[in-house]
């Protein structure tokens, strides 16, 4: 059992690859920098727990289009079983949910009704994460394809707002509502770029057939609008995040340089859509809204030391 999720884990979310992704999203905030070095680690070592269930839930959900689209995969070959690893999300949610509990807990204990105006907004917005993800898997063969990737990066989108209060951290929510959407629309726009086809592409085996993806839907150029308008959504949040000194102005100028690198890879794919120039798209578009979130992380931890001991 343990051998399938290390199998799983090197073939699909390889550590080098979603270590650092799960620690810059939770780090990415920087109300979860402060407190008790533990509760920063647990912090991080549940979000790493929530994206590999998630990712291992989503496999499974998609299986039966999985074997016909990527047959040489694990999960897909009957390599890797596809009940153990129903078993290990059983096991890695909970142990996700504990870890959070952990990380946002107050390092001084506070009074009851200060502990109330603390918790209450975590708890609601943890339930209401899990209860979305939940009707998502049970109801995703039923909901538009367009919406899919919406709903599954959801933890995106909320992993910002955690930690804080109802009362005194109010001032933060639009800042964290910003950066939860720079990471939100980055990680939908990413999912659309990666997978523009040309259309007389596909990835099906002769005589196979699959079901509808994004370019049956709306053609190769209308998917490549999409994807460059959700990167532009994104790109906006990181103009507001700017504008508010929400984020280390390094965070600024990186996401400058990462909209230039974009629109030339976007230029190529446009002249001549397909998949070998789509899936250029894969790691950059990650480092779009990932590294400029690691720098700032970097800044804020490195400017205090450089500040004490570099003569000005």
Known sequence: MLRDLW?????????PASLPLSAILWLAAPWHRAGAFSHIMAGCVGVFFALLALRIADDINSLEQDRLRKPERGLCSG??????????VVCLLPCALVLQ????????????SGLLQHSAPNALLITGTVLAYCAYFHYKKRLPLLLRPCCSNLLFLTLPLLGLSATSDATHWPDALWLGLFCWCSAIGHEFAHNVRAANESEAPDGQPLAP????????RGVFWLALGLYLLASIAALALVSRHSLH????????????????????????????RARALYVP?????????????LAAYLTPYLLRYLPL
Do not use: M
């Open 7 to 15: 199998r799983y884990i090197r073939e699909r979310f390889a550590l």
């Open 213 to 220: 993806d994004y370019v049956d839907l709306l053609g190769s």
């Open 101 to 112: 509990a952990f990380a946002l807990w107050p390092d001084n204990a506070a009074p009851a």
């Open 79 to 88: 390599a890797i079983s596809a009940a153990h690893l129903r078993t290990w």
């Open 285 to 297: 578009g990650f480092l779009f809204f990932l590294l400029p979130l690691l720098l700032d992380l």
């Open 249 to 276: 102005p390094v965070f600024g100028w990186s996401v400058a340089l990462a909209v230039i690198g974009l629109a030339f890879l976007f230029a190529r794919l446009w002249q001549q859509p397909g998949l070998a």
